[in-house]
C-alpha cells in the first residue's frame, strides 16, 4: 500500500534542494510556506519571518480568546484608569 501525506503548502521542495539553494526556495512561495520533502514524505515546513510572527499572533489571539470566555462569567470589578497606571 503506497503512503500518502497532506501536504499543506503550495510549494514543496526536496531537503536536497533547499541545501543548493535556500533563499530562492523560499523566494519560489512569495511568502507563503513551502513544504520540505525528505524521500518524498513532509519533513518540515519553512516560512519567512514575517507570516512565522503571524501565525504566533494568531495562537496568541486564539489563547486571548478562550481565556476570556472562560472568564466572561466571572464577576467584574470597576477600576479608574489611574488605578491601572505603573508606578503611582
Do not use: C, H, W
Not at 533547499?18 to 519533513?43: H, S, T, Y
Not at 501565525?55 to 470589578?77: N, T
Amino acid at each position: 500500500m503506497a503512503k500518502t501525506f497532506a501536504v499543506l503548502a503550495d510549494v514543496a521542495a526536496s531537503v536536497t534542494d533547499l541545501k543548493k539553494d535556500p533563499m530562492g526556495v523560499l523566494r519560489a512561495a512569495n511568502g507563503g510556506a513551502v513544504v520540505i520533502l525528505d524521500r518524498n514524505a513532509p519533513a518540515f515546513y519553512a516560512v519567512p519571518p514575517e507570516r512565522f510572527e503571524a501565525m504566533l499572533e494568531m495562537i496568541d489571539d486564539a489563547r486571548l480568546v478562550e481565556l476570556a470566555r472562560q472568564r466572561q462569567g466571572e464577576p467584574s470589578v470597576q477600576v479608574s484608569i489611574d488605578e491601572l497606571t505603573v508606578g503611582t
